[in-house]
C-alpha cells in the first residue's frame, strides 16, 4: 500500500516509495486546460469568419455585373446632378461651356463603348477597319492613290508660296531653303539612305506644314491655342496659391525652387491621376493609331509621339513600355528623338514659369510630333521594310 506525504515547504509534494519529492503543479495543469478551451474557441471563431467571407465573396463573384452597372449608374446620376446644378447657377459662362463639350465627347465615349460591347458591332466595325488599312496599304491601288495625294500636296504647297510668299514677300522663302538643308543634311547622314520611309518624310512635312497654318493663320486654330494656354496659365495659378501658403509671401524671391518647381510637382499630381484614370492613354492612343496610319509608322512610335506633347520622355515612354523590350535599334532611336524634339512635361512648365508664353510653347509641341517623326526616320530607318510593315500592322491593332 503506498503512502503519500504533503510537505509544507512547496505548494505539493507527493512521496512514496518509488517517487520521492516529484513536484506536481496543479494549477498549471489547470491553465493548460484553459488555454486550450481558448485555442479551440480561437479557432471556431476564425472558421467561422472564414466562412462568412466565402459566403459574401461568392455573393460578389456572382452579381458582380449588376454591381458594377448599379455603380456606374449611381455615378452617372451623381454627375448628371452635380451638372445640372453647375448649369442652373453659372449657365452661360466660360466654365458652363467648357462643361458641356467635355460632357459630350463623355457621352459620345459612353455610346460608343456601349455599342463595340456588343459582339455583332464590334466584328462589323473591326472587319470594316481593317479592309479600309488592308486597302490603303497594299496593293497596287494604293499606290496609285498615294501618287495622286502627292501630287495634289505638291500642287497646293506650290500654289501657296507663290501666291502668298514669293509675290507678297519673297524673303521668307529663305525659311523653305533651311528646311529643304536641313532634309539634306539628314540624308546625309543617314545610316541606311536606301531604306529611307519617303513617304513618312513627305507626309510628316505636311501635317507640320498643316498646323502651322491652322495655329498661325487661322482664327479657329490661334483660338484653341489661346484657349489651351488660358487654361494652363489657369491651372498654374493654383500652384502659386499652394507655394504661397506654404513659404509665405516672400516666395517669388526664389523663383526656380519655390515658383517653378511647385508647378512641376503639381502638374506631374495631375497627370498622375489622369493616367491612373485612363484618360491619358484613351487621347494619347487615339492620336497615335491616327498618326500612325498616315505616316505609316508602328503605333508604338505615333503614341510616343503625341505623348511628349503633353508629357516628359519618362512618362511618354511608360505609355509603350509592353512594347520597349521588343523594339529594334531603330525604333528606340524614334523614341528618344520624340523626347528631344519636344517641351512637354516638366520643361512646358518650367518655360511658362519663367515667362514664354503658352501658346507658343503648345504650337511648338503639336508640330514636333511629325517633324521628329520624319527626322528619326531619315537618320535611322529600319533595315527590312518588309518586317516593318509587318510589326507596324500587328501593333497598330493590338495597341
Known sequence: MKVY????ESDMHIDDKSVTGKHLDFGGHIKMKHSKTENDETKTVLQSNKDVMKQYSGFFQRNMPTIVTARNYGLLILYLAFYSYAMYCNFGDEGSIRLTVFTGFGVLYLGWNNLLSQDGIRKSWKSATSFIYMSYKYGSRPKVI????YL???AIMVYYLISNVALKDPGKLRSLGGYIAFILILVIISNNRRKINWHCVVWGSAMQCLLGYFIIKT???ATVILWLSDRLMEFMDYSRVGAKFVFG???MDHRFAMQAMPSVIVFFAAIQVLIYLGTIQF???TLGKFLAIILDVSAPEATNACANIFLGGIESAILVIEYIDSMPTSRLFTLMTNWFASCGGSALIQFISFGVPASYLLAASAM????ALVCAKITFPMLSRLISKLISK????KS
Not at 506525504?5 to 509544507?8: K, P, V
Not at 514636333?368 to 517633324?371: E, F, G, R, T
Open 5 to 8: 506525504t504533503i510537505s509544507e
Open 146 to 149: 498615294r501618287w495622286c495625294l
Open 283 to 285: 487621347i494619347v492612343r
Open 394 to 397: 500587328i501593333l497598330i491593332w
Open 152 to 154: 495634289v500636296w505638291a
Open 368 to 371: 514636333s510630333a511629325p517633324a
Open 249 to 251: 509671401d516672400s516666395y
Open 219 to 221: 482664327t479657329a486654330g
